[in-house]
C-alpha cells in the first residue's frame, strides 16, 4: 500500500484523513506492525484509487481472495456491454472508432477503422493490431502522420504515465521500451515527463495520395466497472476537424457493421 501512496503522491496523514482512518493505525500497517482486515485493505485501494487489477494482488498479499473477476470480451455475463460497444461503434460510422485492452491493443472496431487504415497502409496488418507499435513503426502509420512528433509525444506521455499509475505492469513496460528502440525516435521520449499536461483531445494528421485526414481523438473508459476487463477497457473514436476529412472520409464508403470479440479488427 505504501507503493500506491507514493505513486499518488500522499503523505500518510493525507491518506489517512481521506480514507478517514488513524494515521497512527496507516503508520502501523505500512510498517507490519499491524496486519490489515480485508474491508482496510479495500477501504485504503479506494481512496487511493488503485485498478481492479492490483487491487486483487493488495488482497492476495494481504492474504485474501481476490475481489473482482476477469472476463473474456465475449463472456456470456457482458453479452449487455457488447450490445453497448456495437452501438457506440455502428453509431461512430463512417468515422474510425476502436476498442483497446490496456496494451493497447485492438479487440473490436467498426468497419470504419480496418478500412480506413488498410487504405492508408495499402495493406491489411496480420493478427491483432497494436495502436502504439502501428504509429511507431516507419513501416507502418509514422510516415503517413503529418504530425507524428506531436503524436507520438502525446502517446508516451500517456503510456510512461500508465506504466506508474498502472503499477507494475510488465506489458506496458515492455511496449514502452520496444517502441523507445525504434529507429528515430527522439531521445526525450525516454524521460517521463508526468508533469506535463495530459490534451484533452489528441489532433492527428493523416497524408495519402494527395489527400489529408485531420481527426481528433477521444478516449473513453467505461464508468464504475466491477470488472478488470472493463475497468481496463478504452474507446478510442476519431472525429473530423474539418469538412475536407468528413468529405474525404464519406467519399471511401466506410459504413458496415461493428466487428468485436475475437475477430481481427485489422481485417
Known amino acids: ?9 500522499m503523505s500518510q496523514l493525507a491518506l489517512a484523513t481521506e480514507a478517514e482512518v488513524s494515521p497512527r493505525h496507516l503508520c502501523f500497517l ?3 506492525r499491524a ?16 485498478p481492479l487489477r492490483e487491487r486483487n494482488a493488495l488482497l492476495l ?12 470480451l465475449d463472456a456470456p455475463e457482458l453479452s449487455a456491454v457488447r450490445m453497448a460497444l456495437d452501438a457506440i461503434l455502428r453509431h461512430h460510422e463512417p468515422f474510425p472508432a476502436v476498442v483497446m485492452n490496456p496494451r493497447w491493443d485492438v479487440v473490436a472496431s467498426n468497419e470504419a477503422a480496418p478500412r480506413f487504415f488498410e487504405f492508408l497502409l495499402g495493406r491489411a496488418t496480420p493478427g491483432p493490431a497494436n495502436v502504439v507499435r502501428m504509429m511507431f513503426d516507419p513501416d507502418a502509420l509514422r510516415p503517413l502522420v503529418a504530425n507524428w512528433e506531436e503524436v507520438a509525444e502525446a502517446l508516451i506521455r500517456r503510456i510512461h ?23 528515430n525516435v527522439p531521445r526525450r521520449f525516454r524521460r517521463p515527463n508526468l508533469e506535463a499536461p495530459v490534451l484533452p483531445v489528441l489532433p492527428v494528421s493523416f497524408r495519402k495520395d494527395g489527400r489529408t485526414f485531420s481527426f ?14 472493463l475497468q481496463e477497457m478504452r474507446i478510442e473514436c476519431f472525429f473530423p476537424s474539418d469538412s475536407e476529412t468528413d468529405r474525404h472520409i464519406r467519399q471511401l464508403g466506410l459504413t458496415r457493421g461493428p ?7 485489422s481485417r
Request: net charge negative.
Open 216 to 229: 481528433f481523438s477521444t478516449v473513453t473508459t467505461l464508468g464504475t466497472p466491477q470488472d478488470i476487463t
Open 30 to 32: 505500512e510498517t507490519g
Open 35 to 50: 496486519r490489515p482486515s480485508r474491508d482496510m485493505v479495500m477501504l485504503l485501494a479506494s481512496a487511493l484509487d488503485v
Open 259 to 265: 466487428t468485436t470479440g475475437s475477430d481481427n479488427p
Open 61 to 72: 498479499a494481504a492474504g485474501f481472495a481476490p475481489a473482482f473477476g476477469e472476463s473474456s
Open 1 to 9: 500500500m505504501q507503493y500506491w501512496r507514493k505513486t499518488r503522491q
Open 161 to 183: 504515465r500508465e506504466a506508474v499509475s498502472g503499477g507494475r505492469d510488465e506489458a506496458t513496460r515492455q511496449l514502452l521500451d520496444d517502441v523507445l528502440a525504434l529507429p
